[in-house]
């Protein structure tokens, strides 16, 4: 699957897509997915649940913020991908997400599975495409998103996260 042109997203998700290296779809997902796995699961158990500030996420909240963007973003490929253009799809309020998905007491193994699952399906989901498809958009509220620019948006969306974790909590 080839990187998407400037034309297949909103510009501001480029803060994301600029954080996926030049390489292979495919290899650069799986290599983001072990990344993913790696940073988390090397936290403490006494980080999993530390707020650095007062308001902020905690790890645990961030690798579901993870999953269940992930979640939304192959949700709205599906759509592009399969050629629906017209139907709206609505934005994720991640705040309210993050507010009721109550995650302190799973363990960071059972968060980073059920990453590892969700991860998987994505994969499953562009391997199914073929080129043509994954150029498709979908209509978004922020505006329109190809199925591929969708798919470099969550590799880009897990990495900025990496490195939040990296900054704060490692």
Do not use: C
Not at 25 to 53: G, I, W
Not at 120 to 130: A, I, P, S, V
Not at 141 to 154: E, F, P, Q, W
């Amino acid at each position: 699957m080839h990187r998407p042109q400037s034309t297949e997203h909103n510009p501001y998700f480029l803060k994301y897509i600029g954080l996926v290296p030049e390489g292979n779809y495919f290899d650069l997902l799986m290599q983001n997915t072990e990344d993913v796995v790696s940073s988390f699961a090397s936290l403490s158990e006494e980080k999993q649940n530390y707020r650095y500030a007062p308001g902020k996420w905690t790890p645990k909240q961030m690798l579901m913020h993870l999953i269940d963007t992930e979640r939304g973003m192959s949700y709205r490929a599906l759509i592009a991908g399969r050629g629906d253009s017209e139907h709206l799809i609505q934005t994720l309020d991640e705040d309210l997400y993050a507010a009721n998905a109550v995650v302190n007491h799973r363990s960071m193994d059972d968060l980073l599975e059920e990453f590892a699952a969700v991860r998987f399906t994505t994969r499953k989901l562009f391997e199914g495409m073929t080129e043509e498809q994954t150029t498709w958009t979908a209509n978004v509220t922020n505006g329109r998103a190809s199925a591929r620019a969708l798919g470099y948006m969550m590799i880009g969306h897990a990495a900025h996260h990496i490195n939040v974790l990296k900054e704060r909590y490692l």
